[in-house]
């Protein structure tokens, strides 16, 4: 007697000695559509054993038992497999974005850098005073082109020679007093060229503030003399006990 051939997808029922083949029916949740669908699911039915089967028989049941099985293994293992290289795919991607956003970060970073050491360079020349301003405002001292006035002084209406205000001879004395205290602070770059810079500037001062003196001097002479003048012996009307005449400053 000849074993008949039984697929993977069917199922060997044996009643009363007699063999016949039944179709298993597949049914799948996304194949089926309207009212099938919603049918109530039947109970799995129990595994009945089967009696009186020939050898053959049981040989070809554990084939297809073992059949079975190994497609369900191997479908498992692809299912993983999908699984394991879309997280791969995905772990890749996120690795060369986060490469991409290093590198602009560092470029950002280098960037940053350069223009720290610029900025630094540009603050260091700045606070360095130049040469010529400070000579500039030596020569304008010197050629007496500073004039502190008083605040009842205008330049539409100056005041008459002789009697010109000294507080504008002290305040300017000020000036050039505040200059030498307050200069050498915004050339702090280093000891060296502060005292450098310090000692220049004393020197550039000290003949600026004598010729100032000089000049002071002189003005209050010549108002003497002109007091002298006017307020004199040769006047008719001279009073020495009510005038006080002060001596020439030499």
Known sequence: MAPNIIRPSQMLIFNSGMCYVEQRQHTAAGDV????????????????YVKNISPEEKIL?????????????????K?????????????????????????????????????????????STESSIPKSIVTEFCTTAVNNKISINGPAVSNRHPLQKGKLNRTSCLM????????????????????????????????????????????????????????????????KSWNPVKILIYPMQT
Not at 100 to 107: G, K, N, S, V, W
Not at 203 to 211: A, C, E, F, L, P
Not at 223 to 231: E, H, P, Q
């Open 79 to 123: 299912a993983q497999f999908n699984v394991l290289s879309g997280m791969v795919h995905g772990l890749r991607k996120e690795n060369v974005h986060l490469r991409a956003e290093i590198e602009t970060l560092r470029a950002n970073q280098e960037q940053l850098i350069t223009e720290n050491e610029r900025l630094r360079e540009q603050l």
């Open 33 to 48: 559509s309207g009212g099938s669908s919603m049918s109530p699911r039947s109970p799995p039915a129990k595994r009945t």
């Open 172 to 235: 300017l004395c000020y000036q050039i007093l505040f200059l030498l205290l307050t200069i050498p602070s915004y050339m702090i770059s280093s000891f060296q060229t502060t005292m450098t810079i310090w000692t220049g500037l004393t020197t550039m001062y000290q003949n600026v503030w004598r010729k100032l003196l000089m000049n002071y001097l002189a003005k209050v002479s010549l108002m003497n003399v002109v007091l002298m003048k006017w307020w004199g012996a040769h006047q």
């Open 61 to 77: 049941r554990k084939k297809l038992r073992n059949r079975e099985a190994a497609q369900l293994s191997r479908d498992k293992k």
